[in-house]
């Protein structure tokens, strides 16, 4: 990985985002298969969206 990534989740773990949103972030930066579609929640969705596009602009929505 790169340090973009490690930074973004380091910033995500101490904003204390959901393990959905954070699971879909992960995933959608490094462009993985979304999961099956009975286990896709709102957050996690939120997170792949933003990995996608390598932004944490849905973080603050999904803090727990």
Sequence with gaps: MNKE???IVTKLEEI????DYMIGWQSG???SPKLEEQ?????????????ENKVIDNAEKFKI
């Design 39 to 51: 286990r896709v929640t709102d957050a996690y969705d939120a997170g792949y969206e933003d990995g």
């Design 29 to 31: 930066y490094m462009r």
């Design 16 to 19: 204390g985002v959901s393990d």
């Design 5 to 7: 990534y490690f930074d």
